[in-house]
């Protein structure tokens, strides 16, 4: 069988989690750090804090932006379900901008009309599909006329860089930006996840915010009194100073997730020179396009997706995945619109009301992107389409 995605895990990543586990701490030690200033130096940025998993970082992101009751956090309705969760988690609502065609990325124009609309949106949060950046100078310029921040989730998009060259990560346009090391992203740690910024005092709340909202570096006590006798600190003392959660990652998640951010370039090179044959794989098969054709040099190439004319072909969705299935070929869709899900229809979401990302949703499929697949592989991948297809 051949997946749609899959990670990749080398003698050097077991031996890497295999020193933390006979020499180093399980939890709260130095690889947490060693891990955070590698992705920090990497996508130039001041600050990161590492967490439990994008779903945490998202979450985490959320309170420190202001996000809460009364507020608005506006995302793409193709997206991972936790981009909008983030929201309901923090106690704001989840709104949507609806999708360009063209990248599958929040569409700035629609996200001014959503502004319009909302004005008590608090963060803007959009998301680099399939790891290609979202227009960045755009969705800042119109947060900035509107009083809102913006979060971006980068759990896609590790590695990718902007038209100016900047790497996603380097929060130029915006307050804080989210990974996630769940392993079908790029690099693996198991589950975790990350938040960068530049904010200093983002940066602080973060720490508390991921340790139960516990006092961190130089935060000063809130009840000085107790925290000393005579004049003398008392050694024990810590201070909860606000309502956290346990979001820690452990140190053998970030060893793993350390010897994998070793091979990131080469894993990025890789995927992008498979998908660059994939695009012309499918350039004279009949009923395929790629999903993304923009950008492709500056991605970080999480997923591959192909719009499909179904109709035109004679084949139904269902129909073609169980079809590659028996050929041993994996596929997904990326993704059920957030605005489907039982739980925002409860809330009162139409996905009607967001026609490109229907039509999108509609017509995608996620075909086998991941590091270890062979042009062999690719090449069967591309004529068993052409087959059943054409
Ligand atoms: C994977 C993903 C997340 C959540 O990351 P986890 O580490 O799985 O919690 C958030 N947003 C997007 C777009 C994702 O793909």
Known sequence: MIPYGKHYIDEDDIAAVVEV???????????????????????????????????????LAAIT????????????????????????????????????????????ENLQGVLQKNPDTRAIVPVHFAGLPCDMSEIKSIADSSGAVVIEDAAHALGARYPDGQ??????????????????????????????TNDKAIYQRLLRLRSHGINKLDDPFQLPEQAETNGVRNPWYYEMQELGFNYRITDIQCSLALSQFNKLEKFIERRRNLAMRYAKGFADIKNIRPAQNRGQDNSGHHLYTIRI???????????????????????????????????????GFRTEDFPNAQK??????????????TEKQQDYVISQLGELLA
């Open 21 to 59: 586990l006979r020499d180093g701490w399980l939890t709260q030690g130095p690889k947490i750090a060693e891990l955070e200033s590698a992705i920090a130096d990497y996508v130039g940025v001041k600050y990161a804090v590492a967490v439990s998993s994008g779903t945490a970082a998202l979450h």
């Open 309 to 347: 004319n179904f109709e035109a072909a004679g084949v139904s969705r269902s129909e073609l995945m169980n079809e590659l299935k028996t050929r041993k070929i994996g596929s997904q869709v990326h993704y059920i619109p957030v605005t489907t899900q039982p739980h925002y229809q409860r809330l």
């Open 167 to 196: 790497r996603v990560g380097c929060c130029s346009h915006s307050l804080m930006t989210i990974f996630s090391f769940h392993p079908v992203k790029v690099i693996a740690a198991g589950e975790g996840g990350m938040i960068t």
């Open 65 to 108: 932006a202001g996000v809460g009751p009364g507020t608005s956090l506006v995302t793409s309705p193709i997206t991972f379900i936790a981009s909008a969760n983030a929201a309901l988690y923090a106690g704001g609502r989840p709104v949507f901008a609806d999708i360009d065609p063209d990248t599958i990325n929040m569409s700035p």
């Open 360 to 373: 999108y949703y509609e017509e995608a499929l996620s075909i086998p992107l991941f590091y270890e697949l």
